[in-house]
């Protein structure tokens, strides 16, 4: 299927491209969002009537306190907004809506939405579901460019189609590299204020590494490692040096796979 194009250039003067989403997409997974969060307004509901059976054999409870009611309302309103907003951010641009339609929310310059964009944009729903059933939202995205709602505009974001998955290709050399070592990205813990601040120049320089790390001779490659080691390290909490030749090379192919999940768009 193909999909509007959108190129970015990044102030590294990197060019990247995008695959918009459109309405179809991004509604299906507002409804899929809608309906975990209705599972979740159900089920509150029931436990406050349950709360409140339990409550009312109590003498001193009177029937018409509605204090329960109202602490389930600021629950859910806390939640139904709370969850688009801690998701977007902390799940890498995805609700679990997005992530099913292989969609997430980005910045426009193609770095990933960042914690007031994620509170503005989100904030806007308010205006963007008026008058009702998200009428002004998806007219937005129906009629603007780019696909954006006004709460795009005003945080400064986009939705994209996540990269597909392309028919079987032969593995790189640094991916047959990643396997023989039995690496995967879970045998490296990375702080996610950390990850979010390494950029554009730090995912070429450690995509430079891991894409000559198969060419190169072996003293050359310990030579590089041990320079890029000190550049990137630190930056995720980790000390550069006490580490063998191995372990450092480990380390820096394990950001490789972290970083090649935020910045790869292949599409």
């Known amino acids: 299927m193909n999909h509007e194009q959108m190129d970015i250039k990044t102030p590294e003067y990197v060019s990247l491209q995008f695959s918009l989403a459109g309405l179809g997409s991004r509604a299906a997974a507002f409804i899929i969002d809608q309906l975990l969060l209705m599972m979740f307004n159900i089920l509150c509901i ?11 054999s109590f003498p001193f409870f009177l029937e018409e306190n509605t204090v329960p009611f109202a602490i389930a309302i600021i629950v859910i309103f806390i939640i139904n907004w709370g969850y688009f907003f801690a998701f977007e951010f902390f799940y890498g641009g995805r609700t679990l809506g997005k992530k ?10 193609g770095h990933s939405i960042t914690l007031l964009s994620s509170f503005i944009r989100n904030l806007m729903r308010i205006v963007d579901s008026l008058p009702a059933g998200y009428f002004l939202g998806m007219l937005m ?45 879970e045998d490296l813990i ?8 390494l950029g554009m120049k730090e995912w070429k320089l450690i995509r430079t590494y891991a894409g000559r790390f198969v060419q190169l001779p072996v003293a050359e490659r310990k030579q590089l490692t041990g320079q890029i080691a000190e550049i990137m390290l630190p930056k995720i909490g980790v000390v ?18 972290h970083l090649r999940e935020e910045w790869e768009f292949e599409l």
Do not use: C
Not at 190 to 197: G, Y
């Open 46 to 56: 029931i436990l406050v009537i349950f709360i409140m059976k339990g409550m009312s």
């Open 100 to 109: 099913w339609m292989g969609i997430r929310v980005i910045q426009e310059n």
């Open 141 to 185: 995205v129906f009629f603007h460019t780019k696909h954006k709602r006004l709460g795009d505009l005003v945080a400064g974001t986009v939705v994209v189609h996540e990269r597909g998955t392309k028919a079987k290709k032969k593995p790189s050399g640094i991916e047959k590299e990643i396997l023989n070592r039995g690496l995967s990205k």
């Open 190 to 197: 990375i702080d996610e204020w950390a990850l979010r601040s």
């Open 240 to 257: 550069a040096t006490g580490h063998s030749d191995i372990e450092l090379e480990n380390l820096l192919l394990l950001l490789y796979l």
